[in-house]
């Protein structure tokens, strides 16, 4: 089983849609939840983190639910610059420190 | 906005041939990361350094593979001997605490014929 599970997509979707992502992990252990952006080519970035509550930056609304081991990610009112691949990611601490593990990317292409 | 730099962007190198990795990273980050991305698939794990050693590496980082700090503003990955898998964008991260603080570099572009 992959520790970090996504749907590679591409989801394909008009500007002003909205839109969602899930992902789940297999590691029980793990500790922080992040949704990174990466653009052809580039560096991930940091989106946003993704705390127990819910949170929210601007447009985009990030779930964890625990207990189902599931992270989602949900953007609003879509902009060509939303296109991207979306990669969730999780950190596991050990005692040697943390480290990152990606998912697969999910691919987001907003056309006109 | 403090950045990690990564040098080359590019490297072509042939099959069997060693390379050095280059990264600067953010002057008051304690640690240090190598991941590596074969294209079309997702960024994997290499090593993680703090305090001037290696804290944990993953599979992929074999013999083949070493990280040295060596004047406390480099950051260097050193492949011994290439091989065609190793074809990959390699980037470099650092972070200073906090695992929200991490930033990547724009990775180097490593090819092997």
């Known amino acids: 089983r992959k520790e970090v599970e996504q749907d590679p997509g591409p989801f394909n979707v008009p500007e002003g849609a909205t839109v969602a992502f899930n992902c789940t992990y297999s590691n029980s252990a793990s500790q922080s939840f992040f949704w990174y952006r990466q653009d052809c080519r580039k560096e991930p970035k940091l989106l946003m983190s993704v705390y127990s509550s819910g949170n929210e930056d601007g447009r985009f609304t990030a779930q964890l639910n625990r207990a189902s081991q599931y992270i989602s990610l949900l953007i609003r009112d879509s902009k060509l610059s939303d296109s991207a691949t979306y990669l969730c990611v999780v950190n596991t601490h050990n005692n040697a420190g943390n480290m990152l593990t990606f998912g697969g990317g999910t691919r987001l292409m907003v056309k006109p | ?113």
């Open chain 2, 1 to 113: 906005e403090p950045e990690v730099t990564q040098t080359p962007s590019h490297q072509v190198t042939q099959m069997g041939q060693e390379v050095i990795l280059r990264c600067v990273p953010i002057s008051n980050h304690l640690y240090f990361y190598w991941y590596r991305q074969i294209l079309g698939q997702k960024v994997e794990f290499l090593v993680s350094f703090y305090n001037n050693e290696i804290s944990e590496k993953s599979e992929i980082f074999d013999d083949q593979f070493s990280v040295e700090r060596p004047d406390g503003s480099n950051f260097t990955l050193k492949i011994r001997s290439t091989k065609l898998e190793d074809s990959a964008m390699y980037f470099c991260a650092s972070r200073y605490s906090g695992v929200d603080g991490y930033t990547f570099g724009s990775g180097t572009r490593l090819t092997v014929v």
